[in-house]
């Protein structure tokens, strides 16, 4: 009774505090810059006229949110009816004809190297392509067409936060699951769940190589039998069916499997599970709590990775001993539970809250989180036993998210400032990777994120001169519907006039929410003074407006 | 280029100061208030080049230890025969299709490091070569590049937009980092792009304006290094570029982006560290010996190579240029015909000051007993101590610890391949 009062209190108090400094329609330009990926034309109006409290309400419960749009452009991309057993298969069959033609180009070299690289390769090998670039574009249309906005704006910084290279060996097999299955379905749930859920997910197992930590000394039990079944660890070489019939080969190949076992225990995973997952650089672990904490994960595993195999725990590779991690004690004789145990507790503790919170102020309110906003979050998730959604809410609430000084304060990343600006013009984008490629040539490969940090939250990994000329290209080329991959609808934004006052006043409300700063204004005016066909002068003005200063911001 | 811009930029930072922002914030803006605009006439400002070769080259077929009759063994298939390769002191040979480099060879400009590479025993590409560029072997969370933090540590020449350029749509992560490095994909499209060049200059000028007047932060800093950086381009005229000498650069990737360093290297606009990327080198299947797949790549290695010193010419006495790759090759064929992931390979450092004609680096043999894991040849060279040992006596870095963290650079570690 007294949270209902709490709550119903908070959901009236901030709309009170934040009128007093920001008018409906500036508040509502704020939530759509930062809890969405950007206003599309008139979103500003309507949003401040339902009022934006309503609308961050609405966001925050997503499935109530009708996005038939957005579900049936997702289901024209073919990735989503493949699994991770199909897309295996499909990789395994494309490596087999580029290996035939390997063989056959060492006799008549570099004949399809003339072809265009999309057309390169046989057909699985274009397939495989294809499919490859699909899951890039996939989280370019769903952040530009879907009505559940902060939704998607959660699943990319959780995308981010359980971070997996999409390069990795498997994990192009792997990867589109753990997006799909893995991330997306508890991006708004409990902490501990989408911890958990990352924990066995078999992309992340094998992108910080935790399939192989085992228990020292310990074997597979196919090892110990006379003959093998299946080549247990996924290698670049062809799948072997299992050992020679002839008993001298069969010794020497058990030989060389033995050789690749791993042999002990592998800390990488549990590393950054503890740094960049939970607790944080600072989060009080040491060295010798990794090593814990790798011992308890040791047999979490994946069937066959090659093969697109699922989470399989391995008792003979666990080990069983007694841990102590942070000072809790795990007796000895546990498996795979003790692991379940390791992950509630760590989603528990205070460093986790306050990280992953610090994160999350990060993301939505300022490049360096206000230490109100941290401790309001860290305040929701010890309220919600760490449910997202409330700690979210939370941040959206408190005094920080709308401060002056955080308005305007954050640079849009490349996927950001893509996808904002293809909204802004009213673009459809379409199911080829090409505004993913865009998106990739201003520095943010999607899913290629190399180390496990996943990208950074800072202007700077962003801000540098050669992204911004790109930036400003794409945007010219965007307003000019030259842009591959995209249609857009200048006539939502603004009227193809002669009349340039009228032109840069409508360019000026429809994408800038009448933020346009007087030096932008002056230049815009000056370049139009001599432009003939208002069709063009409305392409340059909206170019200039979207690859100029304000619109990086948000 | 006026000099009432530089002011605004300097005073810009320094009122930004009084505002209160960030340190890294300020780091940036500190780096982006050159000095007085680079002199568009010749330098003597050493430069680095680094070619990484993804995929793990071949030391073995690189540079052949043909003295060695285990080689032979090990090699049924795709061993190079000692008749062919191009012999170098009895005992290494490189490549017969890397012939173009012999006469860099001949004249000390061309020097091999062997057996070097990675502390860490991986085996993935990806770490590997994540740990190659980050600097620390074995340690994931580095987020900068050692050529980056080269640059952090040494603020002496971070007075053009040109000093660190990768050649590629992105920038690596070798050079990720707080200092300003450039990614240039082909210099002829740095820049705006518009139909005709009337057209691409107004539209340079109204972005330039734009942000002059309403970029704050980050954003004002950055454009301004922008706008100079195509400024300082267009003058130096890329798109009349001809290499001279007749160097004839090889067709694809490789080839461009040499051409591109040479031309910028040229164009004197201050470059010191230059990058690109050569891949193809995962040779697991049909590798080839004398000719064949790895033959092709290392025929456009060497030619590319060559053409790039005959086009430089008396520049590249201020110019190494450096191979690397993240590990090398195993020592035994397998049963494609080719080879699986290994341990250490083979380095090629060539230019002015490299202390060339040598094989350097303690060569571990090819004997069982001495592999590592028993199967792969060994590191005696971590790959730290070459790169450091070219940092500091080419660019002359101070501090190597800074660059190399949780390392402890040692001089008499160094291989030897500049001259003293």
Redesign the interface.
């Known amino acids: 009774m007294l949270a209902a009062l709490v709550l119903a209190f908070q959901s009236v108090c901030p709309t009170v505090r934040l009128s007093a400094q920001l008018s409906p329609h500036d508040s509502a330009l704020h939530a759509l810059d930062r809890l969405a990926y950007g206003p599309r034309p008139g979103e500003v109006d309507a949003v401040a006229a339902g009022g934006v409290m309503n609308w961050i309400d609405r966001q925050l419960s997503p499935d109530q949110l009708d996005d038939r749009l957005a579900a049936e452009r997702a289901a024209t991309f073919r990735i989503l009816r493949y699994d991770s057993g199909d897309l295996a298969r499909l990789y395994a069959a494309a490596s087999e004809e580029r ?1 035939e033609r ?2 056959q ?2 006799r008549q ?2 004949m399809d190297s003339l072809a265009p690289p999309a057309q390169q390769g046989g057909k699985e090998e274009q397939m495989g392509r294809r499919l490859a670039g699909e899951v890039e574009q996939l989280v370019v249309v769903r952040a530009a067409l879907s009505r559940r906005q902060l939704y998607e704006v959660m699943v990319d910084f959780w995308v981010n936060h359980f971070n997996v ?1 999409f ?3 498997a994990d192009r097999v792997l990867v589109p699951s753990y997006i799909e299955e893995t991330l997306r379905p508890r991006a708004l749930g409990k902490f501990a769940d989408l911890l958990i859920a990352a924990a066995r997910s078999p992309a992340l197992l094998f992108y910080l190589d935790n399939w192989q930590s085992v228990a020292p000394g310990s074997m597979p039990p196919a090892l110990t039998r006379p003959r093998l079944q299946a080549r247990p660890w996924f ?4 799948y072997v069916p299992g050992f020679s019939q002839e008993p001298a080969r069969a010794d020497s190949q058990r030989r060389r499997a033995l ?1 690749r076992m791993p042999k002990g225990i592998n800390e ?1 995973y549990a ?2 599970l503890l ?2 997952h939970t607790l944080g ?1 600072d989060g009080g672990y040491t060295q010798q709590d990794v090593i814990e904490v790798a011992r308890i994960l040791t047999g979490w595993s994946i069937k066959r990775p090659q093969q697109g195999g699922g989470f399989e725990f391995h008792d003979w590779a666990h080990d069983y001993g007694e841990k102590t991690v942070l000072g809790v004690r795990f007796p000895a004789g546990h498996g795979m539970d003790e692991g379940v145990r390791l992950l509630k507790l760590l989603a528990s503790l205070p460093a986790t809250m306050h990280h992953v919170s610090r994160k999350l102020c990060q993301r939505l309110v300022n ?2 989180p206000p230490d109100g906003c941290v401790d309001d979050a860290v305040a929701a998730w010890k309220r919600s036993s760490g449910d997202i959604r409330e700690v979210v809410r939370a941040i959206v609430r408190g005094p920080d998210f709308w401060a002056p000084q955080n308005i305007g304060a954050k ?1 849009k990343t490349p996927l950001e400032f893509v996808v904002s600006a293809v909204r802004a013009v009213g673009g459809d984008p379409d199911t080829t990777p090409r505004l993913a490629q865009v998106v ?2 201003l ?1 943010q ?1 999607l899913y290629r994120h ?4 996943g990208y ?1 939250e ?3 990994a962003w ?7 790109d930036r ?2 794409v945007a ?2 965007l307003a000019a519907g030259r842009l591959p991959g995209v249609t857009v609808a200048l006539d939502s934004v603004a009227p193809a006039t002669g009349d340039a006052e009228q032109l840069i006043a409508a360019v000026n409300d429809g994408i800038l929410g009448g933020t346009m ?1 007087d ?2 204004r ?2 815009i005016r ?2 139009l003074a001599d432009a003939r066909d208002p069709v063009a002068a409305r392409a340059l003005a909206v170019g ?1 407006v979207l ?4 619109f ?2 948000q | 280029m006026s000099v009432s811009r530089r002011v605004f930029v300097k005073s810009g930072g320094l009122a930004l100061v009084s505002l209160g922002l960030d340190p890294l914030f300020l780091a940036r803006a500190a780096f982006a208030s050159y000095h007085p605009l680079p002199p568009l006439a010749a330098s003597d400002r050493p430069i680095l080049v680094c070619l990484f070769q993804r995929g793990a080259v071949d030391g073995l077929n690189m540079v052949v230890p043909h003295g060695e009759s285990l080689y032979y063994r090990e090699r049924p298939r795709i061993a190079v025969p000692a008749s062919e390769v191009v012999d170098l002191d009895g005992h290494f040979g490189l490549h017969p299709r890397l012939a173009a480099l012999k006469p860099l060879w001949d004249n000390k400009s061309l020097g091999v490091i062997h057996a070097v590479g990675s502390p860490d025993s991986t085996r993935s590409h990806f770490d590997a070569q994540d740990y190659m560029e980050s600097g620390t072997p074995g340690a994931k969370s580095t987020t900068d590049g050692w050529l980056n933090r080269y640059c952090q540590h040494d603020r002496e020449h971070d007075d053009t937009p040109f000093r660190a350029v990768a050649f590629g749509p992105q920038l690596p992560r070798i050079l990720a980092g707080s200092a300003p490095s450039l990614a240039i994909d082909d210099l002829q499209a740095f820049g705006l792009r518009a139909p005709q060049e009337a057209a691409r200059d107004r539209l340079t000028r109204a972005f330039e304006e734009l942000y002059a007047g309403s970029a704050t932060g980050l954003l004002s800093s950055s454009s301004q290094e922008a706008f100079e950086a195509v400024q300082l381009l267009q003058q130096a005229n890329p798109a009349q570029y001809r290499p001279d000498h007749d160097a004839d650069y090889p067709r694809g990737r490789l080839g461009r982006s040499l051409q591109q360093i040479a031309q910028l290297i040229k164009a004197n606009l201050g470059l010191q560290l230059a990058f690109a990327d050569v891949t193809g080198w995962d040779t697991h299947v049909n590798q080839g010996a004398s000719e064949g797949q790895l033959a092709a790549r290392l025929a456009e290695l060497g030619q590319g190579l060559a053409a790039f010193a005959q086009d430089l010419g008396e520049r590249l006495r201020d110019v190494v240029v450096l191979t690397m790759s993240e590990f090398g090759r195993t020592i035994r064929e397998n049963g494609n015909i080719g080879t699986d992931h290994g341990h250490a390979t083979a380095m090629l450092v060539m230019g002015g000051p490299v202390n060339g004609g040598r094989v350097l680096g303690r060569w571990p043999g090819l004997d069982p007993a001495s592999r590592f894991e028993g199967r792969d040849l060994a590191v005696t060279t971590d790959f730290r101590d070459l790169f450091g040992e070219v940092l500091a006596r080419h660019l002359g870095a101070t501090d190597l610890s800074a660059v190399f963290p949780g390392f402890t650079p040692d001089p008499t570690r160094f291989p030897g391949a500049i001259r003293g």
């Open positions: 290996r390997q063989q180009g060492a070299p570099a290279f390069g990795k060996g290698s670049r070489g062809r050789e990488n590393r950054e740094e960049l650089v490049d360096e640079v990739a040539r520095g490969p190399v180390a496990p940090d950074p800072r202007e700077e801000v540098n001169s050669g992204a911004l000329l400003m290209n010219v080329a700063s030096n932008t002056r230049v000056d370049e200039l690859g100029g200063p304000e990086q911001r």
